[in-house]
């Protein structure tokens, strides 16, 4: 059994920043990818953006890109999603995904169908 936890949501101003996390427990083994993605009220769930099994790779969503970053640290099977310059339309429920059926692999991570894994969702809220 593999649980995903999220945690550091919260509140912040428009032009702030926000660090979230994603702790990873359970028989996760080892090479998998991770990714985030976001809900808004009455939207489609989508992806912020991805990392791979060494972090050397990551890929974001045109919305997020130059404003967010996500990295890992293996040794703490937690993956990280630094958030700054936030804007309003960044408020949603966050979540944190995970790839435990393919390790090491070196295909891309894009929609919700590359994660079986999820985790229960972070609330982000930007205000002006």
């Known amino acids: 059994q593999v649980q995903l936890v999220e945690s550091g949501g919260g509140l912040a101003q428009a032009g702030g920043s926000l660090r979230l996390s994603c702790a990873a427990s359970g028989r996760t083994g080892s090479g998998y990818a991770m990714g985030w993605f976001r809900q808004a009220p009455e939207k489609e769930r989508e992806c912020v953006g991805s990392i791979n099994w060494s972090g050397r790779d990551t890929n974001y969503a045109d919305s997020v890109k130059g404003r967010f970053t996500i990295s890992r640290d293996n040794a703490k099977n937690t993956v990280y999603l630094q958030m700054n310059s936030l804007k309003i339309e960044d408020t949603a429920v966050y979540y944190c995904?995970?790839?435990?059926?393919?390790?090491?692999?070196?295909?891309?991570?894009?929609?919700?169908?590359?994660?079986?894994?999820w985790g229960q969702g972070t609330q982000v809220t930007v205000s002006s």
């Open positions: 995904a995970a790839d435990f059926r393919r390790p090491y692999y070196g295909g891309s991570y894009t929609s919700l169908a590359d994660f079986p894994s």
